[in-house]
């Protein structure tokens, strides 16, 4: 299970960090690829970056590439994304979700991922 926090109503240029908390007995939260997805009204969900399960790589959209750092604390069970200089086009629901597969590549698309957490709503005004 997924419990995304961190949103908010911000003005542009601000920031927010939004954390991703995993829970389950038999979940090792270490062993999977994740990512932050997002949905604006009315759009289809949307890749926003992604983190390997180990030596963590990460990957980001065009979009964010530069202003979005995406981390994770494994002792934790915790996955983050640190969003700098937003911008009113970054306004969406934010997830995060879980790579399918223990010890998998960290992918792109939305379908390939599961588990997704309840979302947190990110408000950029201009």
């Known amino acids: 299970q997924l419990q995304a926090s961190g949103g908010g109503l911000v003005q542009a240029g601000g920031s927010l960090r939004l954390s991703c908390v995993a829970s389950?007995?038999?979940?090792?939260?270490?062993?999977?690829?994740m990512g932050w997805f997002r949905q604006a009204p009315g759009k289809e969900r949307e890749f926003v970056a992604t983190?390997?399960?180990?030596?963590?790589?990460?990957y980001y959209a065009d979009s964010v590439a530069g202003r979005f750092t995406i981390s994770r604390d494994n002792a934790k069970n915790t996955l983050y994304l640190q969003m700098n200089n937003l911008k009113p086009e970054d306004t969406a629901v934010y997830y995060c979700?879980?790579?399918?597969?223990?010890?998998?590549?960290?992918?792109?698309?939305?379908?390939?991922?599961?588990?997704w957490g309840q979302g947190t709503q990110v408000t950029v005004s201009s």
């Open positions: 389950g007995r038999t979940f090792t939260f270490s062993s999977y690829a």
């Open positions: 979700a879980v790579k399918k597969g223990k010890f998998t590549i960290a992918t792109m698309r939305p379908n390939e991922y599961d588990n």
């Open positions: 983190i390997s399960w180990s030596a963590p790589n990460t």
